[in-house]
């Protein structure tokens, strides 16, 4: 489940992905199978290829990529969340969860 998030900024999320585009979405969330994660950022792309390149250039294995019908995404969480964030430039989503 998504905190911290607006449902038009999920909607905008969405339109992006469709449209072929790496689009990125960070939220508050919980798991307790990662119980020191708090926030998780969802990079979508409905081009897998597109994603599966992504991945690979930044060092993520393409097989964990969630294979969900119009919303294929990787999920970045912990310390390589940040890392790649900055690497993409993603600044507004760092400090706004203060990552």
């Given at each position: 489940?998504?905190?911290?998030?607006?449902?038009?900024?999920?909607?905008?999320w969405k339109r992006r992905v469709m449209g072929g585009e790496i689009?990125?979405?960070?939220?508050?969330?919980?798991?307790?199978?990662?119980?020191?994660?708090?926030?998780?950022?969802?990079?979508?792309?409905?081009?897998?290829?597109?994603?599966?390149?992504?991945?690979?250039?930044?060092?993520?294995?393409?097989?964990?990529?969630?294979?969900?019908?119009?919303?294929?995404?990787?999920?970045?969480?912990?310390?390589?969340?940040?890392?790649?964030?900055?690497?993409?430039?993603?600044?507004?989503?760092?400090?706004?969860?203060?990552?």
């Amino acid at each position: 489940m998504a905190f911290g998030v607006t449902r038009e900024e999920i909607m905008d999320w969405k339109r992006r992905v469709m449209g072929g585009e790496i689009a990125f979405l960070t939220h508050y969330w919980h798991d307790p199978r990662f119980p020191h994660c708090r926030t998780v950022t969802k990079v979508g792309c409905a081009n897998v290829d597109l994603l599966a390149e992504w991945c690979l250039k930044h060092g993520l294995n393409p097989r964990y990529i969630h294979m969900r019908r119009q919303f294929p995404h990787f999920d970045l969480l912990g310390p390589r969340q940040r890392e790649i964030l900055e690497r993409e430039r993603q600044w507004e989503q760092i400090i706004r969860f203060r990552l």
